[in-house]
């Protein structure tokens, strides 16, 4: 579907915006002569329906798409971690074969968890390993997995460009649901702004106004300090009013032993 006009940010939920829209359809027909009159199109009136059914269903693909984007990422994961593990066993093999062949070659010790850097460092590690294979053999070292490591490389840099080139705020599944939701809510606009002036005198007008926008927000009101928090006072003082203290501090008694007598 193809729009000239931008697109409306999605600031209102899709269900509040779907309800509204049937609301709105059913209160302007109540009110027909009136809307008519204040050259209100009722062929918009007319479309509310079917562009409910149809910014429903494209809703519904495009959450489709995400949740399999979801699960796309997780798999992804998963991959990268096996391949971080294949990536340690290759690099300890080669670490050992350098070393009991007496050789100066220093093989990295790779921590990088990135996708990109593991099929690079799996690459590497194939090239390492081509080129020494004599000390490879020395240790009875499978060549395969040399090839294998090569593969894993490719398959997961494709894994990788495949997923950021297919995200899915840039599907066509959102574009359609975006330019559908934009033109229901200008047209469910349009009605409101029709219906309030045809209806100025009555009190049919707060039927075409917005609830969502007038619904207090979640969370303290707005001015709501918070409580201070309570200062310790002096125990004798809470003792007096009948309030248990929060604290009892130690007293020091005077001892009840006088001690030996002074020196005659």
């Known amino acids: 579907m193809e729009s000239s006009q931008p697109l409306v940010p999605i600031k209102m939920p899709l269900a509040e915006l779907l309800q509204q829209a049937c609301d709105m359809h059913k209160i302007c027909y109540s009110d027909l002569e009136a809307v008519k009159k204040v050259g209100l199109d009722m062929s918009l009136v007319d479309a509310i329906p079917q562009l409910v059914l149809d910014l429903s269903k494209a809703h519904s693909d495009w959450v489709k798409v995400k949740i399999y984007s979801v699960y796309e990422g997780k798999e992804l994961k998963k991959y990268i971690a096996e391949m971080c593990k294949f990536r340690t ?6 670490r050992f074969a350098v070393k009991k062949a007496g050789s100066q070659l220093k093989v990295p010790y790779y921590k990088t968890r990135s996708g990109l850097e593991v099929s690079q460092h799996l690459n590497d590690l194939a090239v390492m390993g081509r080129n020494r294979k004599w000390m490879l053999e020395k240790i ?6 040399l090839e294998e490591a090569v593969h894993h490389s490719f398959n997961l840099s494709e894994k990788i460009f495949s997923r950021r080139r297919n995200k899915p705020i840039h599907s066509k599944e959102r574009k359609a649901r975006d330019e559908l939701y934009s033109k229901l809510y200008r047209i469910v606009e349009e009605i409101r702004i029709c219906g309030k002036f045809a209806m100025r005198h009555s009190r049919r007008r707060k039927l075409y106004a917005n609830s969502y ?3 207090p927000k979640r969370g303290r009101p707005r001015g709501f300090a918070s409580p201070k928090p309570k200062k310790r006072g002096n125990v004798q003082t809470a003792a007096l009013k009948g309030v248990k203290p929060m604290y009892q501090p130690s007293v020091v008694t005077k001892s009840t032993n006088p001690g030996p ?4």
């Open 89 to 94: 066993d290759l690099s300890r093999s080669i």
């Open 140 to 145: 009875n070292f499978d060549m395969s997995t």
């Open 261 to 264: 007598p002074p020196d005659s």
């Open 213 to 215: 926008w007038r619904r």
